[in-house]
C-alpha cells in the first residue's frame, strides 16, 4: 500500500506565495517521476510541474514562478509557487510513479488535493 499525502493549500492575494507538500509513504522501492497537476472547475486537468531524471519541467503558464523540488529522503515532493494569479486558482493533486518490486511495473499514485485559491 502506497499513500501520498498532500499539505500547503490555501488562500491567498494576488502575488503571494504558497508552498505545497507531497509525502509518499509505504513500500517503496523507487520513485519516479513525481510532479503536479491541477485542476479548476470546467477545465481540463493540466500538468503543471514534473520532475524526472534529475530533470524539471514545467507547464508554460508557471514557468518562472514555481519550482518543483524532491526531498528523496522522506519520499517527498514540493510544490513552491510564487506571483501567484487568480489563474492559478484549482485544486492541486500530486502523483508518483512508484515501483514496489524489482523489474515489477510502475504504478501511478494520487494524492488526495489540496485547494489553492488567489483572489484578486
Known amino acids: 500500500q502506497v499513500q501520498l499525502v498532500e499539505s500547503g493549500g490555501g488562500l491567498v492575494q494576488a502575488g503571494g506565495s504558497l508552498r505545497l507538500s507531497c509525502a509518499a509513504s509505504?513500500?517503496?522501492?523507487?520513485?519516479?517521476?513525481m510532479g503536479w497537476y491541477r485542476q479548476a472547475p470546467g477545465k481540463q486537468r493540466e500538468l503543471v510541474a514534473t520532475?524526472?531524471?534529475?530533470?524539471?519541467n514545467y507547464a508554460d503558464s508557471v514557468k518562472g514562478r514555481f519550482t518543483i523540488s524532491r526531498d528523496n529522503a522522506k519520499n517527498t515532493v514540493y510544490l513552491q509557487m510564487n506571483s501567484l494569479n487568480p489563474e492559478d486558482t484549482a485544486v492541486y493533486y500530486c502523483?508518483?510513479?512508484?515501483?514496489?518490486?524489482?523489474?515489477?511495473?510502475?504504478?501511478?499514485?494520487w494524492g488526495q488535493g489540496t485547494q489553492v485559491t488567489v483572489s484578486s
Open positions: 502523483y508518483a510513479d512508484v515501483r514496489r518490486l524489482r523489474d515489477s511495473p510502475l504504478n501511478r499514485y
Open positions: 520532475t524526472s531524471g534529475g530533470s524539471t
Open positions: 509505504g513500500n517503496i522501492l523507487s520513485i519516479d517521476p
